[in-house]
T-cell receptor, first 112, second 113 residues
Framework: TQLLEQSPQFLSIQEGENLTVYCNSS?????LQWYRQEPGEGPVLLVT???GGEVKKLKRLTFQFGDARKDSSLHITAAQPGDTGLYLC????????????WGAGTKLIIKP | DTGVSQDPRHKITKRGQNVTFRCDPI?????LYWYRQTLGQGPEFLTY????????KSRLLSDRFSAERPKGSFSTLEIQRTEQGDSAMYLC???????????FGPGTRLTVL
């Protein structure tokens, strides 16, 4: 069974601090997506990474896919209260139904 | 707005009643997924359609749940004889035929009293 473990499960920090969220598995994924979800809303796609070692930047967010395509990280620089939310990673298993394997999420709170 | 819409956004029902939810996908997306999500957890896969064909259904899904996508466009998810344990956010996601990326609707929040 493929699993994606996210850490930490919960993080509360002050505005302006930096943070990193991790997504780890023993399985290889064909791609990995990061989503951000606000209460009462559906997840919103932030980025898809496909190539081992790939780094993508989205303003203050930096996403990295591990060389072996088994893990990923999300680094936020100078966090803002607007970054508050549930961050979810999801790996594509590469099967014919394009199923995603989901992490349980990291709940991030940025205090002003 | 991802282009995926769901209706209703909220549903409150009494235990034992039937409920039906609708999802309208991004028009060119042929793949459609239904998920259930409880508070603080990641989405849990329920079922998957490619065009009008239901290709996969979670083994965890009881026979009270049924989904359709009759013309390969919109989809409905019906829950019969609802139970309090069915209370959750029900999410629909769609994808094109070329990538793994899924785009989510805003979800339907179900509360069973």
């Amino acid at each position: 069974t493929q699993l994606l473990e996210q850490s930490p499960q919960f993080l509360s920090i002050q505005e302006g601090e930096n943070l990193t969220v991790y997504c780890n598995s023993s399985s290889v994924f064909s791609s990995l997506q990061w989503y951000r979800q606000e209460p009462g809303e559906g997840p919103v796609l932030l980025v898809t990474v496909v190539t081992g070692g790939e780094v993508k930047k989205l303003k203050r967010l930096t996403f990295q896919f591990g060389d072996a395509r088994k893990d990923s990280s999300l680094h936020i620089t100078a966090a803002q209260p607007g970054d508050t939310g549930l961050y979810l990673c999801a790996g594509a298993s590469g099967d014919s139904n394009y199923q995603l394997i989901w992490g349980a999420g990291t709940k991030l709170i940025i205090k002003p | 707005d991802t282009g995926v819409s769901q209706d209703p956004r909220h549903k409150i029902t009494k235990r034992g009643q039937n409920v039906t939810f609708r999802c309208d996908p991004i028009s060119e997306h042929n793949r459609l997924y239904w998920y259930r999500q409880t508070l603080g957890q990641g989405p849990e896969f329920l079922t998957y359609f490619q065009n009008e064909a239901q290709l996969e259904k979670s083994r965890l899904l009881s026979d009270r749940f049924s989904a359709e996508r009759p013309k390969g466009s919109f989809s409905t998810l019906e829950i019969q004889r609802t139970e309090q344990g069915d209370s959750a956010m029900y999410l629909c996601a769609t994808a094109d035929g070329f990538t793994d990326t899924q785009y989510f609707g805003p979800g339907t929040r179900l509360t069973v009293l």
